[in-house]
């Protein structure tokens, strides 16, 4: 399943808007019903304030619906493996579990996968402010 999760990160990151770092990035969040949204980074020229690829796709999950994420995908047109920044590991972690895959690709496809308990081994939960 993860190959089709890649091609719709690759489609997403076509539509990136980086016209100042010229690092286009798309992610693909894959729900356990099998729908996926995805997204492109943004960027406006007063830095910091553009978002990620992986905001992007959560914003369009959560308008789509939401669900348990059971796979995301990551790709940069220039860097192979690109793993999510720090920020977007914890939003990611808000809508998944530490067992959720995570893909990380370059341009061939998969080049490997981890979890999201390993890329973010100590993420704020928001269950405990319950």
């Not at 019903?33 to 796709?57: H, K, L, Q």
């Not at 790709?75 to 067992?99: I, N």
């Not at 995570?102 to 100590?122: F, I, K, Q, S």
């Amino acid at each position: 399943m993860s190959h089709d999760l890649f091609e719709a990160a690759k489609a997403a990151m076509a539509k990136a808007y980086a016209p100042y770092s010229k690092f286009p990035v798309g992610a693909a969040l894959r729900t356990e019903d099998g729908r996926v949204f995805t997204g492109a980074n943004i960027e406006v020229a007063s830095y910091p304030e553009g978002w990620c690829a992986e905001t992007t796709a959560l914003g369009h999950y959560i308008m789509g619906g939401g669900g348990k994420i059971v796979e995301i995908a990551v790709l940069a047109e220039r860097m192979a493996k690109c793993s999510p920044c720090g920020g977007c590991r914890q939003r990611l972690a808000e809508f998944c579990r530490p067992g959720t895959k995570l893909y990380l690709c370059d341009n061939a496809g998969v080049a490997e996968t981890v979890t999201m308990g390993e890329m973010l081994p100590y993420g704020f939960r928001g269950d405990i402010l319950k």
